[in-house]
């Protein structure tokens, strides 16, 4: 287990690449079993999440071959459509091979996904979505499994807007017999980007990035090549970073338009942010003004930034009110702020932050993937030295983050543990 030390009170200072984004090469990579041949993809980003997820693939009969951020997939042999417990368990997006299984093997067995630490993560839309498709589906011994000769086009409305659940039934209806429709359908960028691919696949899937999402299945799809579009929470923490430090960065490579709430909060707390292009300097104020901040389905502010912004909002000037409404229980980051000497208030799905002077470093524990990273920007700021423990969580969704937080003069080094 590798431990994140790091030295606080440098001024953030320089340029920083983004790498391709997690959540879009997920369903991307996943998209690949849905044609025979060779898809190729660029812009991979070199993650944990992104090494669990490839040997699935293997397992499902696929070949697969990865060097550097270029990753190739064939699922010309797709002969199994069982994916079982020890994979999925690793990579709970594993769900999302469910709707393209059943669309090309007319059946999958999916080991559940299983909660984790920020909320149980249900799929039950996931599935209402499939037997509406007419999918059989039975839950039985862990494993949820789905049946059908022909997926058959339908209306399905979504309870809520859930991204991977609008991927699987997208994945799903691709190849369906008519018309479906999706209704309440996740607006994120990364659908957007899946939707292209589909389409460049020679599917037709029209009014991705609204909130009606209407798929005409075909026959069959055809493999394609695709580069990874940016990953816009990796560029929203660097961006808070450089405000907390009240540093100077410029985040190259980026989609400024997937950022818009991250700009628009950021800018209320005084940071100086400016949109050149594909690239976003953000200038920190010396004095950081406290905003409030309610996580919401995109184009809202997005709860994957939420706990780099409690750092931020820690030692800002004056009361904060941060409401959580994705997950029921993504403040776990909280009490690890308080070591750090935060002066947080938690009541129900509401954190009230009261900014402090100066955070102080000390031991702290990540426990999700976006925890961690609200703990090494608050080591980034607190007085002496900060160390971040289980930074697996770490590696499961930032690409190299301590050595890019180093270029840009942090004084922060990884530390290999037994
Ligand atoms: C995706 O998760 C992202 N992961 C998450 O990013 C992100 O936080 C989340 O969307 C929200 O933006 C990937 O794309 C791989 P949801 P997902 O289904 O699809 C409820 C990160 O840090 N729900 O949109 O699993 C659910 O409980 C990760 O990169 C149901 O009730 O999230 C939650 O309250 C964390 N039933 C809400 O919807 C369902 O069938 C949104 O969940 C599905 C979801």
């Avoid at 909660?115 to 799929?123: D, E, F, L, Q, T």
């Avoid at 589909?198 to 609204?210: E, F, I, Y």
């Avoid at 976003?280 to 010396?286: E, P």
Wanted: glycine share 10%; hydrophobic share 45%; proline share 4%.
């Amino acid at each position: 287990m590798d431990q994140i030390i790091v030295e606080g009170g440098r001024r953030l200072k320089g340029e920083v690449k983004i790498s391709g984004a997690k959540n879009a090469a997920l369903p991307i990579l996943v998209s690949s079993l849905l044609a025979d041949g060779w898809s190729s993809y660029s812009n991979v980003p070199n993650l944990m999440d992104i090494q669990s997820i490839l040997p699935l693939f293997t397992d499902l009969g696929a070949c697969v071959e990865s060097s550097g951020d270029r990753v190739r997939i064939n699922a010309e042999g797709l002969n199994n459509h069982i994916a079982p417990y020890d994979l999925v368990r690793k990579m709970r997006a594993s769900i999302l091979v469910l709707g393209p299984l059943v669309a090309r093997l007319k059946k999958a067995k999916v080991s559940l996904p299983g909660g984790c630490a920020i909320g149980a993560r249900p799929i039950n839309l996931h599935l209402k979505g499939l037997a509406r498709l007419g999918a059989k589906i039975k839950l039985e011994h862990g494993y949820v499994s789905a049946e059908a000769k022909r997926l058959i086009g339908a209306e399905i409305y979504l309870d809520t807007a859930t991204v991977t659940g609008t991927e699987n039934l997208m994945m799903a209806a691709v190849l369906a017999e008519g018309v479906t429709t999706l209704k309440n359908a996740a607006r994120e960028p990364e659908i957007t980007a899946l939707a292209h691919v589909l389409n460049r696949m020679g599917g037709d899937v029209q009014g991705a990035g609204t909130s009606v999402i209407t798929i005409n299945g075909v026959e069959s799809l055809t493999p394609t090549e695709t580069r990874i579009i940016p990953d816009r929470i990796e560029a929203g923490t660097f961006m808070a970073a450089a405000a907390l430090t009240r540093g100077d960065v410029t985040v190259l490579n980026c989609e400024p338009d997937h950022l818009e709430a991250v700009i628009h909060k950021l800018q209320l707390t005084g940071a100086d942010v400016r949109v050149d292009g594909k690239n976003i300097r953000v200038k920190g104020a010396d004095k950081i003004e406290s905003i409030d901040i309610t996580t919401l389905p995109y184009p809202g502010f997005p709860t994957d930034m939420q706990a780099q912004f409690m750092a931020l909002m820690s030692v800002a000037n004056g009361l904060s009110h941060i409401s959580e409404t994705i997950f029921e229980n993504r403040f776990i980051h909280v009490s690890e702020l308080r070591r750090l000497g935060a002066d947080i208030t938690v009541q129900g799905s509401s954190a009230f932050v009261k900014g402090v002077p100066m955070l102080s470093g000390a031991p702290v524990m990540a426990t999700d993937l976006r925890a961690s990273a609200s703990l090494i920007l608050g080591g980034l700021v607190a007085k002496g030295k900060t160390e971040v423990n289980r930074v697996y969580h770490l590696d499961r969704g930032y690409d190299g983050m301590e050595k890019k937080f180093a270029r840009l003069g942090a004084a922060i080094k990884r530390v290999k543990l037994t």
